[in-house]
């Protein structure tokens, strides 16, 4: 299997937490009864952690529709959760659980039962956000 090469503009691609905090959304982690909002630039009450990265822990019941987003999709015809991107490539595991379909795919066995490669992003279909 090849990897990344550049095609042009891809969709924004999500994984992980997200909840909503006074009107805006935010990329986040649960942290016991608490829940840490991150972003990129700063802003009032959030605390530099490294440059580019700023975080402000809350109690759980301040922030809205917390959830897990991911993105999925099709490839030659088999479901993927996408991972990441990179230059009009999509990192993509495999979850039809069927480890003859996913060698026949080309994919690597990053772990036991889990296989993951590079799919370019003109062959995939599908392509879903969802919200766990």
Same mark, same amino acid.
């Given at each position: 299997?090849?990897?990344? /090469? ?20 935010? @990329? ?10 991150? /972003? ?7 605390? @530099? ?6 975080? /402000? ?18 490839? $030659?015809? @088999? ?11 999509? /990192?993509? @595991? ?21 296989? $993951? ?16």
């Amino acid at each position: 299997m090849t990897g990344p /090469r550049s095609t042009g503009p891809v969709p924004q691609i999500r994984d992980g937490y997200y909840a909503d905090w006074r009107g805006d959304e935010y @990329e986040c982690s649960p942290d016991g009864a608490n829940i840490r909002l991150y /972003r990129s630039d700063p802003a009032e009450g959030f605390e @530099e952690v490294r440059p580019g990265r700023y975080v /402000r822990v809350l109690p759980a019941d301040q922030v809205a529709n917390f959830c897990y987003v991911r993105t999925i999709c099709k490839w $030659q015809g @088999e479901p993927f959760i996408v991972l990441g991107e990179a230059d009009g490539w999509l /990192r993509v @595991e495999y979850t039809g659980g069927k480890a003859p379909v996913a060698q026949a795919l080309g994919l690597e066995e990053f772990d036991y039962g889990v296989y $993951q490669g590079w799919a370019p992003l003109t062959e995939v279909e599908d392509l879903t956000e969802v919200r766990i």
